[in-house]
């Protein structure tokens, strides 16, 4: 019963299944997760991301080892805990297109893995899974904040380009 429980954790509830974008299905539990925690004051966040990506660890270490210890593409535990990083701290989150826009930064950076991101898939296990993950959105995070910040003294400015 641990395991069928670990196994739906692991894949998003079955949204990792899908025969296309996996990764991009399962990340889509973060977006109301994420939009949950932008309304908590950012040292809550902090901490609830904190325990849902330490938790995240064992559960995709696990439903790895399915999979001969490979990060399957099934596997998007890692990914949906990893997103709400990305609107970290960000108030201006709370309007749904800057979660979108948070959201396809994320994907396009969690797809593509450039420089340092693909370096943490070498690590092993559930830490080397999940990782990956956390780097993508922490340099997402990067990308939308400065969105968001141009965007604001934009506004502040009063200029209309």
Same mark, same amino acid.
């Given at each position: 019963?641990?395991?069928?429980?670990?196994?739906?954790?692991?894949?998003?509830?079955?949204?990792?299944?899908?025969?296309?974008?996996?990764?991009?299905?399962?990340?889509?539990?973060?977006?109301?997760?994420?939009?949950?925690?932008?309304?908590?004051?950012? *040292?809550?966040? $902090?901490?609830?991301?904190? &325990?849902? !990506? /330490?938790? +995240?660890?064992? =559960?995709?270490?696990?439903?790895?080892?399915?999979?001969?210890?490979?990060?399957?593409?099934?596997?998007?535990?890692?990914?949906?805990?990893?997103?709400?990083?990305?609107?970290? *701290?960000?108030? $201006?989150?709370?309007?749904? &297109?800057? !979660? /979108?826009? +948070?959201?396809? =930064?994320?994907?396009?950076?969690?797809?593509?893995?450039?420089?340092?991101?693909?370096?943490?898939?070498?690590?092993?296990?559930?830490?080397?899974?999940?990782?990956?993950?956390?780097?993508?959105?922490?340099?997402?995070?990067?990308?939308?904040?400065?969105?968001?910040?141009?965007?604001?003294?934009?506004?502040?400015?009063?200029?209309?380009?």
């Amino acid at each position: 019963m641990l395991d069928t429980f670990n196994f739906w954790l692991a894949t998003g509830f079955g949204l990792g299944l899908a025969p296309i974008a996996p990764g991009t299905f399962g990340s889509l539990i973060g977006l109301p997760l994420a939009w949950w925690l932008v309304s908590r004051p950012t *040292g809550q966040q $902090a901490g609830i991301i904190a &325990l849902l !990506l /330490v938790a +995240a660890v064992p =559960v995709c270490h696990i439903a790895a080892w399915h999979y001969d210890g490979l990060d399957h593409s099934s596997i998007v535990a890692d990914e949906y805990v990893a997103f709400p990083l990305v609107v970290l *701290g960000l108030k $201006a989150a709370r309007h749904p &297109l800057i !979660l /979108v826009l +948070a959201f396809g =930064v994320y994907r396009f950076f969690d797809g593509l893995k450039p420089p340092p991101i693909h370096l943490a898939e070498y690590a092993t296990g559930g830490v080397g899974i999940v990782l990956d993950d956390v780097i993508a959105a922490l340099v997402s995070w990067l990308v939308v904040a400065l969105i968001v910040a141009l965007g604001q003294r934009r506004q502040l400015s009063g200029w209309r380009g």
